[in-house]
């Protein structure tokens, strides 16, 4: 998976209580992206970084935060886990923008109680 | 609104056929048109990808036709192999400043 790790791979939550995913990269690329993954609807973009403290909304940011602090981390946090965000979230870094090759990781699925 | 409309959502084609999927856009300033392949359990991986200025391009047993004036594409996978039993995403986006856009996605299983 290209050099990416996820954790924790897998997650049970009750409704209400804060989640943070974590996104870690060992190939030094510039931009990092947050996907989730729900049948019927491919994968749509959370958030993304385009550099460290660069971040931006996706098309389904709603109920999520993100934050990049370092080149290497991505950190997608959950403010309050609700049922449908019950889902399986993948990492993705990419050289360049948006156009080029996305790496993706191995994911984290999430159930929300 | 879904900008990426892709069929089937499921295929079943025997060993040694030919698999085909299809997506149909709708933003024509969309200048990059990848396939991903996501086995069970793994993240999703780049296939094959072209851009709007060629018809055609195969790598392999996978090719990528593309129709412009239809604002369509297709992959086709030729002599399909139990191997290639995935979930198979098309994708599109504008190079310079957009994110990637994908279509639901398309279970193929190839039956020996």
Partial sequence: DAGITQSPRHKVTETGTPVTLRCHQTENHRYMYWYRQDPGHGLRLIHYSYGVKDTDKGEVSDGYSVSRSKTEDFLLTLESATSSQTSVYFCAISESWGGETQYFGPGTRLLVL | ?112
């Avoid at chain 2, 090719?63 to 191997?83: C, E, R, V």
């Fill in chain 2, 1 to 112: 609104q879904q900008q990426v409309k892709q069929s089937p959502q499921s295929l079943i084609v025997q060993k040694g056929g030919i698999s085909i999927i299809n997506c149909a856009y709708e933003n024509t300033a969309f200048d990059y048109f990848p396939w991903y392949q996501q086995f069970p359990g793994k993240g999703p991986a780049l296939l094959i990808a072209i851009r709007p200025d060629v018809s055609e391009k195969k790598e392999g047993r996978f090719t990528i036709s593309f129709n412009k004036s239809a604002k369509q594409f297709s992959l086709h996978i030729m002599d399909s192999q139990p191997g290639d039993s995935a979930t198979y995403f098309c994708a599109a986006s504008i190079t310079l400043g957009n994110k990637l856009i994908f279509g639901a996605g398309t279970r193929l299983a190839v039956h020996p």
